[in-house]
């Protein structure tokens, strides 16, 4: 951790610009630490040490940008469009190495490529005296038949029922390969565009416009359904375990660039993949185990009581003990449903032991019910969310307020959603941490976020009717509520970017 | 379900070729319509794990063979049983990338190559012992081999 970690210097630096600038823009990382509590007014967007920059790109901008780099590499190496189209895919879009590649050895790229010497014929059918289709056995004098530059020719039905194998079952669209086994020549758009029926070759066209974005790592589609945009931000995968590049999708989704998933700041990508694992294998069993089971003060074996008296015998070690004081059963005498030993120092030795081996499972499960509680308000957000919109309905008409003067209510109800998503994260966060002074500040951060939460969520509860005396309360909270959110990822982003 | 009419003429004209003739240690068992067949196969050389045993292969095809590959599978009858390998289940299920869409199957594949391409697998396993996680798969219920997703992790194969 660096020492110019103040966290309450108002500087506000405009690192973050306008979101209508064109460059694909470099990221931009560094720690202006502009921090403040804005008394209501609204606030200037100001790029945080935890903010990544980024942009967002409809369909059409990502074909448009796609063309352009087509035509800008085919006038260097001056080669027609498709062909440049095919070898900017198979160079995954990097288009100094391929310029480069093929300036040095123009042939072996073309080759390797799956566009070898001839291709400028442009693609027909034929039909071959005495051929017979290997797919389809069909030996009828005059059939169809088509061949890419490797000769392997098959009758047109065949060729066609293939490639729409391939892409409409298969979503394939670079990497189709001849039907020939073995054969690695790629099917080019001219043979798709020669032997498929329209719709099928639209959905080639979306699908090759769609490897575009998952070639390019500095670009990935926005995962909500029927989202057509695409997010540019360059973030490399190595810088993952220090930044959550939390982005949002102009269709009002936010989520992280790294892994997709929806927002998680402040836990790094690799931690929420890991904790989402074991709340997956454990959190159901381990509340059982929890609940229900206690460990065999000798051998640690976990033991279910399900009936019967408090003489227990361990399956497995044969030790035999009291299941209510953890005592070893040869002091116990004949009281067999009652254990008044509980003080005797043996068994709360027995129960020291087993109070160490709970330990890590409790650990886990006060994490895991923290964040399973925050998780569980936010699913409820949606709720909030609609009702929220109800109160401010009611209380233009009852309060004579206009429909600008209840915007409030949106606002403080959108920071509550948020700060439940970052508080859910810091718990699996928090779960993985080791503990030294980071840590407490963590918890200290966490916690004061946590309150401010409760003190704005008990606004919302308030009927209708105190709802409009409470408005300067309630901005007072929630720009509150805001600034505990900023102050706690941006410790978290600074702490993990100074450990690196 | 068979293939659609279009495709029947290449099964057929597999089955003949094949009656006509088939490698060594390759034989039809049935072939009574054109959505099952049964194939018998012996592994030739001295292989200690497969010497003296025949194992049966169940092709099961598909309205879209040959575009799409046939489902194929070891099958256990009173004198068969399913051969031991590392890609093979003991449900007989074979993990082989040639028999999925997308990884290794050309429509130009047929059953014969099949057979072969399998033949050769046992041929050269020295190991015998099942797959990884055998017990566990074979206990999952599935609907079609086409709904199991494997990892071809193993290049040699």
Redesign the interface.
Known sequence: MSSDDELMSDQMSDAYGDDDEDSLGELDYEEDGGEYIDEGKEEKPTKRSYEVEFKVYSDDQIRKSQQNQVEEVASILGLPGEQVAILLRHFKWQKDRLIEKYMDSGEEVLEEAGLGPSYDTPPKLETVQGFVC?????DEVGLDTYAMRCNHR?CV??YR??LE?KIK??G?ATRIQC????CSMIVDSKTVDLLVPVEIDKRYKELLNRTYVDDKPNLRWCPAPNCEYAVDCAIRPVQLHTIVPSVNCRCGHNFCFGCGFSEHQPCPCALVKKWLKKCEDDSETANWISANTKECPKCVSTIEKNGGCNHMTCRKCKHEFCWVCMGPWAEHGTSWYNCNRFEEKSGSEARDQQAKSRASLERYLHYYNRYANHDLSAKLDKDLYIKTEKKMTTLQSSSGMSWIEVQYLEAASKVLQQCRQTLKWTYAFAFYLERNNHTYIFEDNQKDLEMAVEHLSELFEKPTDQLSTAKNDMLDKTAYVKSRRMILLDYTAKSLAAEE | MGPVPTFSRRLKRELLNMQKELPAGIHIATADDLSTWEMDLEVLDQNPIYHGKTFRLRFKFGKNYPIEPPEVMFVRTADREIPMHPHVYSNGIICLDLLSTGHGWSPVQNVESVCVSIQSMLTGNTKNERPEGDSQFVMTPMRSVRDINFVYDDPTV
């Not at chain 1, 290997?134 to 069909?138: G, K, M, N, V, Y």
């Not at chain 1, 039907?179 to 073995?182: A, L, N, T, Y």
């Open positions: 290997d797919i389809c056995c069909d098959y039905n065949c029922q293939y194998s079952d298969e394939e039907p020939s086994e073995g």
